[in-house]
């Protein structure tokens, strides 16, 4: 009989138990969405610095400013585009280098995007990669595609696939390459660091010159061992949206496009094997347009010759 009784008590109390954390959980849940529905009506675009110290970067370089723009998928995200343009007259840099998503895959609604470039390409060098939207409208609208490169073209902006430019001040130069990583069809994703070839990055791009600073923009950052690898002195990545849920007062983020839970990489700076990388939280949103405890993110580098 003692033992029948002890035996419901502990189960009781499990159970208890158990209502008591999906209580927590569920109380949590409410103060997340009730901080986040009012942070929505205050939209703040995060400007994140950077400095960069190498013995390679001329001295002509010193102070040369690179802002990072990544993952603005057509339309941006609750009408920041004139925001975004400000900021970035105030920063004032050198160069512009967009690195991936900055359209999406189904190529509509891009007005917010070519408002976006038209008013920067007037005033700034921009470099523009592809990432695995613009891959997949490669793919899927091939026409679109095709027009849009050729809007970009006669903006003055220089996309680099597989390739590289030199950039010049007086006499010396850094390298800015760019690498595309392949999809897996048909689910259209990015090819996991299983199914990517070992020297991928080495067999693509051209060899990295040792003797001059060499920065790699590539949109997916789960790759930087290879990029490291190649040669690469400065990765710009973007396309984890900064773990699209981030978890406040710490640099974690939930989820990457891939579903992956807590992505290595979500946003921030890395050392990896003698590489630097910075990876952009981007400006826009998902297809989910859900941005929680993570503003829209500016990044500005700023190279320092030692």
Known sequence: MYIFLYDKIIKYGKWGCEMEKKKIILI????????????TFIIKIDVEKYTIKDKKI???FNN????????????????????????????SPDIIVMTGDMISYDMTETEEFEKLVKSLAEIYPIYYIDGNHEHLAEKLAPGEYLYFMGFLKDLGVITIKND?????????????????????????????????ESDYVEKTLPEADTDKFNILLAHNPIFIKQYSKWGADLVLAGHMHGGIVRIPFTNIGLLSPEREIFPGYAAGKFKVNGSTMIVNRGIGASSFNLRIFNNPEITVITLKSK
Do not use: A
């Open 28 to 39: 949590i849940c409410i103060i997340l969405i009730t901080i986040q529905m009012f942070m």
């Open 58 to 60: 001329p001295e002509e």
């Open 64 to 91: 040369f400013k690179i802002v990072q723009l990544s993952d603005f998928h057509s339309k941006g995200y609750r009408n920041t585009t004139e925001k975004i343009i400000s900021k970035i007259k105030k920063i």
């Open 164 to 196: 590289y430019v030199e950039i010049y001040k007086g006499d010396e130069s850094i390298n800015l390459y760019g690498v595309n990583i392949p999809l897996d069809w048909p689910s259209g994703v990015y090819v996991s660091k299983l199914q990517l």
